[in-house]
């Protein structure tokens, strides 16, 4: 047997080892810890692992290897999204073959491109306010090699998107936390227009997926009359500790 260390980022274990025992059944996990999952396996090649897209990396005596390193990520920007972090809002969204997916503060589009890639979805709908993001989008696009018909995106302020229609399915995005890019007053605006956005887009069982350290501007935006706010998981990122929340329409 031999012995691996699944390296995690924090608050997403249960996640990771939900991947790790759906693609590999056979393995045993021997020892858990806040940021790491060790397991044994019959496996004696550590490179058979680099389908694990939720750790951030794997170990053994021998080898460190980084998977949460994605190829197609050829452009970042600042508070960009762990990639590992990505799968696992997706995994989060519980996402089918069918689903439309928009993301209106798309970054560098590493959430739309993996759930593309790694999910099959139907079709993604990418949106940010900084034409710079949408250039590098396109670059990272282009390099996953994901046919356009596949994917529209636009450079638009969440306030000025003109969707009308009622066909997403999830809203997946990694919000601004007014921190490392942005402030306070910018995201009060911007997640109003975001809740505004989700009544009109969403479909009747649609829901949002967000990413967010403004978790108090985040529940007292999407009320409590209209909107059923859940905290999924509260993750270590870079220091910074965000939550992940789940969001959908109060049946009326």
Same mark, same amino acid.
């Given at each position: 047997?031999?012995?691996?260390?699944?390296?995690?980022?924090?608050?997403?274990?249960?996640?990771?080892?939900?991947?790790?025992?759906?693609?590999?059944?056979?393995?045993?996990?021997? =020892?858990?810890?806040?940021?790491?999952?060790?397991?044994?396996?019959?496996?004696?090649?550590?490179?058979?692992?680099?389908?694990?897209?939720?750790?951030?990396?794997?170990?053994?005596?021998?080898?460190?290897?980084?998977?949460?390193?994605?190829?197609?990520?050829?452009?970042?920007?600042?508070?960009?999204?762990?990639?590992?972090?990505?799968?696992?809002?997706?995994?989060?969204? =519980?996402?089918?073959?069918?689903?439309?997916?928009?993301?209106?503060?798309?970054?560098?589009?590493?959430?739309?491109?993996?759930?593309?890639?790694?999910?099959?979805?139907?079709?993604?709908?990418?949106?940010?306010?900084?034409?710079?993001?949408? $250039?590098?989008?396109?670059?990272?696009?282009?390099?996953?090699?994901?046919?356009?018909?596949?994917?529209?995106?636009?450079?638009?302020?969440?306030?000025?998107?003109?969707?009308?229609?009622?066909?997403?399915?999830?809203?997946?995005?990694?919000?601004?936390? /007014?921190?490392? $890019?942005?402030?306070?007053?910018?995201?009060?605006?911007?997640?109003?227009?975001?809740?505004?956005?989700?009544?009109? $887009?969403?479909?009747?069982?649609?829901?949002?997926?967000?990413?967010?350290?403004?978790?108090?501007?985040?529940?007292?935006?999407?009320?409590?009359?209209?909107?059923? $706010?859940?905290?999924?998981?509260?993750?270590?990122?870079? /220091?910074?500790?965000?939550?992940?929340?789940?969001?959908?329409?109060?049946?009326?």
């Amino acid at each position: 047997m031999s012995i691996y260390k699944l390296k995690t980022l924090e608050g997403t274990n249960t996640f990771v080892k939900k991947e790790l025992l759906e693609k590999y059944p056979e393995i045993k996990i021997t =020892e858990e810890e806040k940021t790491s999952i060790s397991f044994e396996s019959e496996i004696e090649n550590i490179e058979e692992f680099r389908n694990l897209l939720s750790p951030t990396h794997i170990q053994n005596e021998n080898k460190d290897i980084n998977l949460s390193k994605r190829d197609w990520r050829k452009e970042f920007i600042p508070a960009g999204i762990d990639p590992s972090l990505a799968y696992i809002m997706c995994m989060i969204s =519980e996402l089918r073959e069918n689903d439309i997916v928009y993301d209106p503060f798309c970054g560098t589009s590493v959430l739309p491109i993996t759930a593309l890639l790694y999910f099959n979805i139907k079709r993604v709908l990418c949106s940010d306010i900084s034409g710079n993001a949408i $250039v590098k989008s396109k670059v990272n696009f282009n390099a996953a090699h994901i046919p356009e018909d596949r994917y529209k995106i636009a450079r638009s302020d969440i306030n000025d998107v003109k969707f009308r229609k009622q066909n997403i399915d999830v809203i997946l995005s990694n919000l601004p936390f /007014g921190i490392r $890019v942005g402030n306070h007053e910018e995201n009060i605006s911007a997640y109003e227009g975001l809740e505004k956005l989700a009544r009109i $887009v969403l479909r009747k069982k649609g829901k949002l997926i967000l990413l967010t350290q403004e978790k108090v501007l985040l529940r007292e935006t999407f009320k409590k009359d209209y909107w059923n $706010v859940e905290s999924i998981i509260n993750v270590n990122e870079g /220091g910074l500790y965000p939550e992940v929340f789940r969001i959908q329409r109060l049946s009326l």
